[in-house]
């Protein structure tokens, strides 16, 4: 049996004012921080050992990486940052409070906007621009991004580099974002576009599903205090 976890990064700063983020940077608030500590220690109990740890390419997702990797004794392991596993892309709302836009857009428009599968946030007008993008394509930075149009840009990462580690019998931990895990545990429970509307993936709460050597998924665990 081979373990893969997966962790949504501790409280941000954005989390803590109800702000989207999206591809935006948000520090860790000291909860974040303390959330972190708590899953590291909390997976240390459960005395895994991983081959790989992959995260993001945004700070709160990193830095909740290395303070989970710390925890583990396990500082040593390969990181690997991907633009693949950011959080969704949520356009124009980016930095907005979420109940600013419930007042201006309407409840039902906003619970659409964050929850279904394919409705798509207002987008921007062009795409970023930063240092960590520069070698990708025009075409790969979103305007706004669906559920959907995130799991397409997620699920090849999952394909090329975290399931031919499970294959191999070598436990894998995923530090990311809200929308990025629940795009994976949609494809990993095959739950249906209509079901993932009520799937939540708490701050620093790991989740551990256990496969057998075929990546038939075995366990389904969510560890807690």
Do not use: C
């Not at 830095?63 to 990181?79: F, H, R, S």
């Not at 960590?132 to 025009?138: D, K, N, V």
């Not at 305007?143 to 191999?168: F, G, K, N, Q």
């Amino acid at each position: 049996m081979v373990k893969l976890v997966l962790l949504r990064h501790g409280q941000s700063l954005a989390n803590l004012v109800n702000e989207y983020t999206g591809w935006s940077d948000s520090p860790l608030t000291a909860k974040g921080e303390r959330q972190a500590h708590a899953a590291g220690r909390l997976l240390a109990q459960q005395q895994l050992e991983f081959t790989d740890i992959h995260t993001s390419v945004l700070v709160r997702a990193i830095k909740t990486a290395n303070i989970v990797a710390e925890e583990l004794n396990q500082a040593y392991l390969p990181l690997h940052k991907t633009w693949r596993l950011n959080e969704r892309h949520y356009g124009s709302l980016r930095g907005w409070n979420k109940d600013a836009t419930r007042r201006i857009f309407g409840k039902e428009q906003v619970a659409l906007w964050r929850r279904s599968y394919y409705a798509v946030p207002p987008q921007l007008p062009t795409p970023d621009r930063e240092r960590r993008y520069a070698q990708l394509p025009q075409s790969s930075l979103p305007l706004a991004e669906s559920l959907a149009m995130a799991s397409a840009r997620i699920l090849p990462y999952w394909v090329d580099e975290i399931a031919p580690h499970l294959l191999a019998g070598e436990n894998q931990l995923v530090v990311a974002h809200g929308s990025t895990l629940r795009a994976l545990i949609k494809y990993i429970e095959q739950i249906s576009d209509v079901a993932i509307d009520g799937v939540e993936v708490a701050n620093g709460e790991p989740l551990i599903y256990t496969f057998d050597n075929r990546l038939n998924l075995q366990n389904k665990q969510i560890i807690t205090k």
